[in-house]
């Protein structure tokens, strides 16, 4: 947990450039390959481990940083390549770093988390049930679950996923029929 904080610390600080008295943390630089395309996936993940090792303080030094940005491009990016791998950590990344959107933040980041629920909401659609879809899905479902904490997110959440997670609870209830007619007779019993 230490190595993680000091590695959020570093990865998140504002550097001053110099040039054009910008201000840049290097983590988001890093996920759009500024340091080279090879290190792209090693960028990921130390972002990845940050996250899933971090406390909510971190999580929120990364969300501030940039980085929901080309996280969210990158979540889209490896959806559409078929790259489970980095999709997954994309999500996992989102899952812990994007409630801490702010919408006083910088330009782009709710947009991004937006495109972002919308990727992931494509995800519930894809026909399918075997083992890799199914876990793909439940992930995405917890992403969401993660992102709804932010007030800033339901107008997103429920405009672009409630349909896809109505759709998916539906289709994973008829598929144990005797579980939905439990809770039918749950909720007409109260």
């Known amino acids: 947990r230490e190595a993680s904080a000091v590695a959020c610390d570093i990865l998140t600080r504002v550097v001053s450039d110099d040039e054009n008295l910008g201000t840049e943390a290097v983590l988001p630089t890093m996920l759009v390959g500024g340091f080279g395309e090879k290190t792209l996936l090693a960028s990921l993940r130390l972002a990845l481990a940050i996250g899933q090792n971090g406390n909510l303080a971190q999580h929120a030094k990364l969300a501030s940083s940039g980085i929901l940005v080309p996280l969210s491009d990158s979540l889209q990016s490896a959806m559409t390549s078929g790259d489970s791998f980095r999709f997954s950590a994309c999500l996992t990344l989102l899952k812990y770093v994007g409630p801490h959107v702010s919408t006083s933040g910088q330009t782009g980041q709710m947009a991004s988390v937006q495109a972002a629920i919308r990727t992931a909401t494509s995800v519930l659609q894809v026909p399918g049930d075997d083992d890799n879809t199914r ?49 039918g007779i749950g909720i007409v019993g109260q």
């Open 135 to 183: 876990a793909l899905k439940e992930s995405c479902m917890s992403c969401l679950e993660a992102l709804s904490s932010n007030a800033s997110l339901w107008t997103a959440i429920s405009k672009d996923a409630l349909p896809s997670i109505v759709l998916y609870v539906t289709n994973h209830c008829n598929s144990g029929s005797s579980s939905s007619s439990s809770i």
